[in-house]
């Protein structure tokens, strides 16, 4: 057998190990590091502390505790809340108002967190029992809610697209800016989903009873809409409108972000030392959870192509004379396949150093690939059986919702945001008309 191959045999155990549930960065690290001791010489690892010491002073990566630390805060801070009833209220009298409300209040979120788990647990703590009181059915109102807690993934400031533009060697402010007009999309087809669901299915997704609605819009009605609004626009604005300009890097914008997540919190009365405490140490795990898996790929990555594995999945599309589009095609569905199994994490950290040097090959724009494997992750979070925006909206439910609600209701949204994956690669100008629209070019 030759080295090569061993590469792949190395790639292979990697990702059973991973599915049996092994922790993720000690896998990639650990066995990359047998591998190596076993079938190169010494002196092949001499460059992993330098590799190690790139990735802890990237400055780009940065931005990831940041932005986590932005999420968690305003998760904090009952912004959310605030947003989800003002909402509600204005779109009460169309059918399916609710769910259309909680699909705006998450993409809202999203552009000002970015934080999956965070946004699902609040919109499903405080809209799901909501909704079902309503005689909304469980299926639309579980699904509505599961699928617009995953837009963080592609609306920016996004993570992932942060982690995606480091190990791509991308800029991530060009990422976000090309990631917006796809989310866009992607909350405009939810809504007409919705729509023509509620539409066929009325007694699904009923109106909000006119004396609520009344009510709400007497007592200090322009008041109420500013107080929702003003703030998480204005840190949109912040973080956004700072790196689309080209006033800020897209870690200077993360630190605008905590520090206007924070002063919303304090605005908001909610901050104390027990806030602060719980926010830092949420953060502080997080930040550690992907860094040590970030050093574990680092490692898996250099052993990989030491070993020519690199060279061998590049020779072996060239012979098989794959066109780009059918080698596009094959790596979509092996991680739309490896979501059902295994986070988004481990399959950016698996998957993209593998299939990066080829699509290099393919002189394929890595933007455009950066967004395809963004939404395609995003479905990462919805498909059985280990969809973690199912977990986190299971354990915030009634009892009366089943995991059985929680499946049928998401079927509908990961068809979207298939089809959506589908236009973006039938039609990758919307890439460029996204970069043109917001990015200053600077």
């Known amino acids: 057998m030759g080295i090569e191959t061993l590469a792949i045999v190395l790639f292979l155990c990697v990702f059973i190990l991973i599915l049996y549930g092994f922790p993720v960065a000690f896998t990639l690290g650990g066995l990359s590091i047998l591998y190596a001791i076993c079938f190169l010489e010494p002196s092949s690892l001499e460059a992993l502390p330098l590799r190690f010491m790139g990735v802890l002073t990237n400055y780009n990566l940065i931005a990831v505790p940041l932005f986590i630390f932005m999420g968690i805060m305003l998760e904090k801070s009952g912004l959310a809340k605030s947003l989800l009833e003002t909402m509600a209220m204005l779109f009460g009298k169309l059918r399916g108002g609710l769910a259309i409300s909680v699909v705006i209040v998450g993409a809202l979120l999203a552009a000002s967190t970015g934080i999956v788990g965070a946004t699902v647990v609040t919109m499903g ?72 669901y509620s539409l066929i299915n009325p007694d699904a997704a009923p ?12 007592k ?29 890097t897209s870690t200077e914008a993360a630190a605008v972000g905590a520090m206007g997540a924070t002063l919303m919190t304090i605005g908001q009365g909610k901050f104390n030392r027990p806030v602060l405490e719980s926010v830092m140490r949420e953060t502080t795990h997080l930040t550690c959870m992907v860094f040590i898996i970030l050093l574990g790929a680092t490692t898996f990555s250099l052993v990989f192509r030491e070993m020519g594995g690199d060279s061998f999945l590049v020779n072996l599309i060239e012979e098989s004379q794959l066109s780009p589009h059918m080698f596009l095609l094959v790596v979509m569905v092996a991680m739309f396949i490896a979501g059902f199994f295994i986070d988004f994490i481990e399959i950016i950290f698996i998957f993209v150093p ?67 994956l589908a236009m973006i690669v039938f039609y990758p100008e919307i890439i460029q008309i996204s970069i043109n629209l917001f990015s200053s070019g600077k």
């Open 125 to 196: 703590f405080i809209s799901l029992p909501t909704m079902l009181n309503r005689g909304y059915k469980p299926e639309l109102a579980t699904g509505a809610i599961a699928a617009s807690g995953t837009l963080g993934q592609i609306i920016p400031p996004s993570v992932v697209l942060v982690l995606l533009g480091s190990i791509m060697s991308i800029n991530i402010g060009d990422l976000f800016a090309a990631a917006l007009l796809p989310g866009m999309l992607m909350v405009a087809a939810y809504i007409l989903y919705i729509i023509i």
């Open 207 to 218: 109106r909000m009873p006119e004396k609520e609605i009344r009510e709400f819009a007497e």
């Open 220 to 248: 200090d009605f322009f008041k109420k809409v500013v107080h929702a609004f003003l703030l998480p626009m204005l840190l949109i604005m912040a973080v956004l409108g700072s790196i689309f300009k080209g006033w800020a």
């Open 354 to 420: 593998v299939v990066l040097p080829i699509f290099i090959r393919y002189d394929v724009d890595l933007i455009w690939l950066g967004i395809l494997i963004g939404v395609n992750l995003q479905t990462s979070f919805l498909t059985p059986p280990f969809g973690f925006s199912l977990f986190y909206l299971k354990g915030v439910s009634p009892p009366s919702i089943t995991t059985g609600h929680l499946y049928r209701g998401i079927m509908p949204f990961v068809i979207i945001q298939i089809l959506i």
